[in-house]
């Protein structure tokens, strides 16, 4: 008689593991295929940034090839920016997934929404790379649409943000309502410092971009500062 | 005596908690490589679409290059539709396989079928990018071109979800049979929009665009409506 | 006194289900990154053949841009069968990989090797496509450049499976001798017939070419004929 | 009375269990998206390789095919020197990260930043291709491109490895000293390698490109001989 109320303290427990094993597992299965294609356009958005790295080509002059190379300097900075810029986004992409616990319709359109304008930064860094060395009104417009199209990825991004985190929607519902305003504080300096880079640019490009460089130093710091800070 | 009897409704219920766990370990592994192929094949053929978007070259009058980049301008819209056509076709395939408990040879080389034609897309993408602006015999012919890809595209996702409810065959065996017949609706309005737009296409490029436009926010509109419903 | 005894047989049976557990992530953790770049090589070659697909540019007569688009067909025709071709080698990938239990220095070797065989189809693709037109000794390079390229596949592709089975080194000690015997006849049909295709290619490109496409559709039967047989 | 205390052992263990799957489970989604993230680079890198081989173009004469196809070789030679060398980078990433319990900010920028230099690899391979056959200062400047790319991809991968070990900050305690001061000598082989294969190319690039061909054999050498031996 004792012996089936021994174990049924274990098994009361058993219902409460397999659920939680259950929530992992949904959990998982509820974000692993957008973490797995967002994970991918990343990284195709960052290797295909080589692809604007040319090999100059019929220099018949041996010494001119070091000279060819390193007249594309404004090449090489724009693949170092740009690839900084998407493994920013990236960790900051694969810190708030942490903290999702649902998904829904809304959500997945944003976020594919989100991957449209990673996918896209190839474009206008290649654009800023081939007009940096213009010094005329090309630069300029080079830098005014490389800083639109990082105030429209921001802003997409912190829209992700702010629909996840209203009413903890998306969230644990047991999130720190600090880090939550935190965080939000921390995804606006995005798209107000682009808009910023983006009128600054009209009266001197070389200031605009300034500021996104700012901006990036900004994101590099860690997440944990504000998290448990 | 009665001690083994007390453990013993634990170890019945073993083999059951194990079976299930290998359930899902195994409902995993029998798609998990064929999620991570088609999420792989969904990212890249969304990414490659940046390839289209030139960087005007050559140009020496600086204020040229902005009337430059506008007149791309199908160029951009083309990346926008075929981005959010494939982040539609991926949010389905993900919809689908949540469903999907087995799989079977047909369906695996409809899967590669289906991927096929969804990695093609940056090619109709470009032609309609190019030829838009021709306003003449070619806009209809890249249209034309454009709408073909889509009713194959969209044959190939009925045929993988017919194949799989049939019987059946794929799906948990306790699905709806309202869910099933809702969905495959749902699935059926793909084939003939694209046909018709077709169709409609060789008396307007324009009208025929359109069709394929109100396919596209027909399909973002929440699985759920049709699932729940 | 019984107590113990009685959760004992549990106990005793737990160590064994750890190390099922243990042996599941393991083998899992084994292979699984393995399985992970394999599948995005697979993705990604496949993906690229679509560069191929060129747009003809420059068109000023509108009627001949449907003429233009039809003189590229042996592009088309390279562009299924190469996808087709690399979707078969993925899913014979998947499936030898589901019998591999260890993973060993020599094959992950092989096992780049022969995914470098497998991101290097698209060149030979397009060597074919542009060359298949040309009726004379250019058409049958381009052939023997493609079916030597597909003997390399299929021949390393062979070889990770002798090194896993022999001795069952990697293999489920386990897994049927009739299983094994059948698999390895089945996998070296493949440098067989590539190799005859090559020989005949000298003779007749398009005799080589059709020994190429029964090949592939050799190995699109399904492979339960071999497995359960 | 005796029965809870029966059931007590087995409960005692269970919530060690429980802790010991949350670690795994913990651990595994502690570097997942970065094994992801970087799997998929490599694999891109690898793939975007076989864009370097080009399809001669416009080869009216038909005997010359094989003639423009063999000239390329310098191509060929690149292709598979740079896959074998992604292929080695990865096996080591993956063998290390196998060995990694945690993450932080530090070594996610580190990986960022290995992978940036990973991500690169198709442009120095590129113009390595193109100017081997100069023989004269473009091949010893290719070259020389070559072997600094190498060296700053060898030096961040041995600053991760480092920053990971250092008082085992990101690996398991009981990690054996022996297995981490092996390892970090045979990843200091590259960095110093690669330092002395630039130093070479100065005086004669086929020996700087021997050197390179050396390392790239010793570290196809089995880890295992290190690890366990």
Tied chains: 1, 2, 3, 4.
Excluded: C
């Excluded at 991918?40 to 080589?50: N, Y």
């Excluded at 594309?72 to 810029?85: L, N, T």
């Excluded at 997945?108 to 007009?131: C, D, Q, R, S």
């Excluded at 880079?197 to 900004?218: K, M, N, T």
């Amino acid at each position: 008689m004792t012996a089936p109320l021994a174990s049924a303290p274990g098994e009361r427990l058993r219902p409460h593991r397999r659920r939680r094993l259950a929530l992992v597992l949904a959990t998982h299965e509820g974000t692993s295929r957008i973490e797995a294609l967002s994970d991918a356009v990343f990284a195709i958005a960052a290797t295909l940034l080589v692809i604007e790295l040319k090999i100059p080509q019929g220099l018949t002059d041996s010494a001119r090839l070091l000279d060819a190379l390193a007249t594309q300097w404004p090449v090489y900075v724009g693949y170092v920016m740009s690839f900084v810029y998407l493994g920013i986004y990236w960790s900051h992409h694969v810190h708030v997934f942490r903290l999702f616990r649902r998904t829904d319709h809304v959500f997945l359109k944003l976020n594919v929404l989100f991957l449209m304008t990673i996918a896209l930064i190839p474009f206008p860094t290649a654009l800023l790379g081939v007009y940096w060395h213009a010094h005329d009104d090309r630069t300029r417009t080079a830098l005014l649409v490389y800083a639109s199209s990082l105030f429209v990825t921001a802003s997409l991004f912190l829209a992700i943000w702010l629909h996840a985190t209203h009413n903890r929607r998306l969230v644990d519902p047991e999130l720190d309502d600090d880090v939550i305003r935190a965080t939000t504080e921390r995804y606006l300096i995005g798209p107000i410092g682009y808009g910023a880079s983006f009128l600054v640019a009209w009266w001197s490009p070389v200031a605009g971009a300034l500021i996104i460089l700012l901006i990036a130093l900004f994101y590099i710091l860690p997440v944990q500062l504000v998290r448990h800070g």
